[in-house]
């Protein structure tokens, strides 16, 4: 097969290559000066006085105009989402996207409680290492090199923060990621294998759309619920 940028671009999963063609979009109309990214920005007054509701989301879309660092965080996003993409955890139509629409959820409610009362404008960076962080604990013996270190998956977010500090950047972004991932892995994971309650499920609503864009069938509630609790179970504990 080519291996072009092409064709690294079109065999991406279909939700990560959407959103990394709008992050890129988005970075190109800030960098143009056809958007204020303030108009985007988490503002959680505005959200709730003035209706902006797309402000839950659209925060999660800029990582800042175009630089070695917005290379970096494309690079792990369009990496680790990916990897997490085509993991079993999210084997039925709309499972992805809505952890996706969870974490940034997730993010925006840690960030007012962080940073109130407007919460930290712009959530990318977090949402990246929220992706990392849950890859992580699917794969957690995944081997990795990092900086010729050979670590294993369940090390890697640890050892991220750890250059972070080294290098004297601001870790506050990925530990709110780190949070986000967490919680779901906790609520999703822990909760129903250790105590049996179901907290978290895809809306069937949600399956079905995402079913009809990518031609999947949906499958049965059985083979779903055999999927998300004994094979889930499995995968942690196993290779």
Known sequence: MENTPEQWYKNLPLLTRIALTSFFGVTVFVQLG???PMLIALNWPMVINKLQVWRLLTPVSF???FSFQFLFQMYFFSSFSSKLEQNEAFAAPGDYL???LLQIVLLD???LALAWPSGF???GPSLVFAILYYWSRREPYAKLSFFS?????YQFPFALLFFQLLIGGNIWMDLLGLASGHIYYFLHEVVPQEYGYTLIKTPAALTNFMARQTGR????AAQQQQTRFQG????LGGN
């Open 121 to 123: 404008p712009f959530l």
């Open 232 to 235: 889930r179970g499995q995968t």
């Open 149 to 153: 270190f050979s670590i294993q998956g």
């Open 217 to 220: 069938g949906v499958p049965q």
């Open 98 to 100: 809505f952890f996706l």
């Open 109 to 111: 409610v840690i960030s």
């Open 34 to 36: 056809f958007l204020d």
């Open 63 to 65: 990582f800042g105009t």
